[in-house]
């Protein structure tokens, strides 16, 4: 079995920085994708941006150049540095990956909570 654990979530002033992380545990042989969503209250959940294996990475149109998503495979662990932080920003964040284990299948964290105040 495994498990994302993610930390790094918190309450910022807009303009203010965060970085969030992201580590799976358990039996893993590898991980192809990471990524993180976000989900604020009463809209759907959106990709904020994703990581591949091969270092591809991919932003929604609403923060590239503000956030940048990054991973340490040694460390099975992605991060996201969000900067220039603006209330629309406001949301619970999942990160979620793709892992081999032996069976690939994906995982999802447990979400946690970012507030910019205005």
């Known amino acids: 079995q495994v498990q994302l654990v993610e930390s790094g979530g918190g309450l910022v002033q807009a303009g203010g920085s965060l970085r969030l992380s992201c580590t799976a545990s358990?039996?893993?042989?590898?991980?192809?994708?990471m990524g993180w969503y976000r989900q604020a209250p009463g809209k759907q959940r959106e990709l904020v941006a994703s990581?591949?294996?091969?270092?591809?990475?991919n932003y929604a149109d609403s923060v590239k150049g503000r956030f940048t998503i990054s991973r340490d495979n040694a460390k099975n662990t992605v991060y996201l540095q969000m900067n220039s932080l603006i209330p629309e920003d406001t949301a619970v964040y999942y990160c979620?990956?793709?892992?081999?284990?032996?069976?690939?299948?994906?995982?999802w964290g447990q979400g946690t909570q970012v507030t910019v105040s205005s």
């Open positions: 358990g039996i893993i042989f590898s991980i192809n994708y």
């Open positions: 979620t990956m793709v892992v081999r284990s032996p069976s690939t299948r994906s995982y």
């Open positions: 990581i591949i294996s091969g270092g591809n990475t």
